[in-house]
């Protein structure tokens, strides 16, 4: 009679639908519709600065090979030596 009520409870919880659950990363809906328009990957330091204007701030080269990065109001730049690597949109900026 056991072995029967273990049979039947399985089987209910086998065959009851189970939902399943997914997150959208927040990074993923920035990428694929930015808010803010930002430097692209691969543009030198001069084409950032005529494209974009002077940097609010920006941080000396450190590392090897050596990385810069460049604050505007809403984003940072990231680069390798001359050449951009990736921007960031600042939290608050949302």
Same mark, same amino acid.
């Given at each position: 009679?056991?072995?029967?009520?273990?049979?039947?409870?399985?089987?209910?919880?086998?065959?009851? %639908?189970? &939902?399943?659950? @997914?997150d959208v990363l927040l990074i993923d809906s920035i990428e694929s519709a %930015? @808010?803010?328009?930002? &430097?692209?990957?691969g543009l030198s330091m001069s084409q950032v600065r005529q494209q974009f204007g002077e940097p609010v701030t920006s941080a000396a080269a450190i590392g090897e090979p050596p990385i !810069?990065?460049?604050? +505007?109001?809403? +984003?940072?730049?990231f680069f390798e030596n001359d !050449? @951009?690597?990736?921007?960031?949109?600042?939290? @608050?900026s949302k």
């Amino acid at each position: 009679m056991i072995i029967k009520r273990s049979l039947v409870l399985l089987s209910c919880l086998l065959l009851n %639908p189970v &939902p399943v659950f @997914a997150d959208v990363l927040l990074i993923d809906s920035i990428e694929s519709a %930015p @808010a803010i328009q930002t &430097p692209d990957r691969g543009l030198s330091m001069s084409q950032v600065r005529q494209q974009f204007g002077e940097p609010v701030t920006s941080a000396a080269a450190i590392g090897e090979p050596p990385i !810069t990065r460049w604050d +505007y109001a809403d +984003y940072s730049v990231f680069f390798e030596n001359d !050449t @951009a690597l990736h921007s960031v949109i600042h939290q @608050a900026s949302k």
